[in-house]
């Protein structure tokens, strides 16, 4: 039998990044998350797609996603088709603040530390002119610790007699 031990000493880094925290980022169903006004979701494709239309304003909400007040996070997306209007992180800022404000086709990523709204799900808004197509939306939390770089050394014990 043998024993690894990990011999740890904290590596801080700013904007170290965790795990995903959205169940069906990629849009392969419909579960997990609320269509408002003018969002559908091609499950064939995996996409969310916004009707850009007066009128048209909605939240696309994913209900199952938690966030913890005061923490970092790090949200990840793609918009592609968009001709016109807004795509927004809705809320989720200090004092219900929005986040970012996206006008253009491509990947993005954005920074935030979260709010007091809307901890308990996601909440993205695409204005009545905004017309696209999410491929997905992805969140990770931030921390600053490097797990990977605090592994100072290993005690490796393949036998009881080596153990002290």
Known sequence: MSVKIQ????????GTIGGQRIP?????TTADWDLGT????NTTNGT??????????GYLTNLNASFVEGQSYRIKSK???????????????ANGANG????????????????NQ??????????DLFDGTIDYIEVYALSDINW??????????????EFP
Not at 7 to 14: A, G, M
């Open 100 to 115: 970012f404000n996206i006008q253009a086709n491509g990947a993005f990523e954005y920074d935030w530390v979260q709010g």
């Open 148 to 161: 990977d770089k605090s592994i100072v050394g290993e005690l490796d014990v393949t036998d009881h007699s």
């Open 118 to 127: 809307n901890t308990n799900k996601l909440s993205v808004w695409g204005s």
């Open 48 to 57: 969310a797609i916004h009707a850009g239309a007066a009128g048209n304003a």
């Open 79 to 93: 918009i592609s088709g968009m001709t016109a209007g807004s795509f927004i992180l809705a809320n989720h800022l």
């Open 7 to 14: 011999i740890l000493d904290y590596f801080n880094e700013t």
């Open 24 to 28: 069906n980022s990629t849009f392969n």
């Open 38 to 41: 003018g969002w559908s979701i």
